[in-house]
């Protein structure tokens, strides 16, 4: 299986600062047939379903605000918001699709400073 | 409305079946794969199934693998998780979820999910 951690557990950033988490992958989720990057963030707030921010490591969904973003490849990619607003309050989590299982890092939960 | 909606959920004791219902609505249902995905209480993300757009190719997470089974019936627009031998460490929030892209997919659409307690 392919293990996700993310880092740090927590973090608490002001508003209006930037943040970012870390994610790295056991093996690399770089599928080279197609030299795209098995990978997703999703955004959970309290008593809500998870929210597709990011796929393809770095594309952005539908309506999600151009303040997050997503780089990295292989094995370590990396979650931005650019500017923290307080409605971005919430556990933020990383996931390969490379293979199954199907596996997701543990969460970063984000808070205000 | 592009929606899914879980049911299903409720108190079972450890040893018993449920089983749990997605409906879909809004957009095509037979073209794209389904997850199940749960979530114990103040925990994180766990994949539990997939299966593909067309009930062909089904697959599990090694926690459930022999008790629980997926399955879909595209003429009603349905995603089923059949729940067989349950033990306390299942209780959670269940949630279907839509795959999107090739392989395994990421899941853009998400149901609101369904809690199941396994309890004596």
């Known amino acids: 299986d392919i293990v996700m951690t993310q880092s740090p557990d927590s973090l608490a950033v002001s508003l209006g600062e930037r943040a970012t988490i870390n994610c790295k992958s056991s093996q690399s989720v770089l599928y080279s047939s197609d030299n795209r990057n098995y990978f997703a963030w999703y955004q959970q707030k309290p008593g809500q379903p998870p929210k597709l921010l990011i796929y393809w490591a770095s594309t952005r969904q539908s309506g999600v605000p151009e303040r997050f973003s997503g780089s990295g490849s292989g094995t370590d990619f990396t979650l931005t918001i650019s500017s923290l607003q307080a409605e971005d309050v919430a556990v933020y989590y990383c996931q390969q699709y490379y293979t199954t299982p199907v596996t997701f890092g543990p969460g970063t939960k984000v808070d205000i400073k | 409305q592009v929606q899914l909606v879980e049911s299903g959920g409720g108190v079972v004791q450890p040893g018993r079946s449920l089983r749990l219902s997605c409906a879909a609505s809004?957009?095509?249902?037979?073209?794209?794969?389904m997850h199940w995905v749960r979530q114990a209480p103040g925990k994180g993300l766990e994949w539990v199934a997939l299966?593909?757009?067309?009930?062909?190719?089904?697959y599990y997470a090694d926690s459930v693998k022999g008790r629980f089974t997926i399955s879909r019936d595209n003429s009603e627009n349905m995603l089923y998780l059949q729940m067989n031998s349950l033990r306390v460490e299942d209780t959670a929030v269940y949630y279907c979820?839509?795959?999107?892209?090739?392989?395994?997919?990421?899941?853009?659409?998400w149901g609101r999910g369904t809690l199941v307690t396994v309890s004596s």
């Open positions: 809004g957009y095509s249902f037979s073209t794209n794969g």
């Open positions: 299966i593909w757009y067309d009930g062909s190719i089904k």
């Open positions: 979820a839509r795959l999107m892209g090739p392989k395994y997919g990421y899941f853009d659409l």
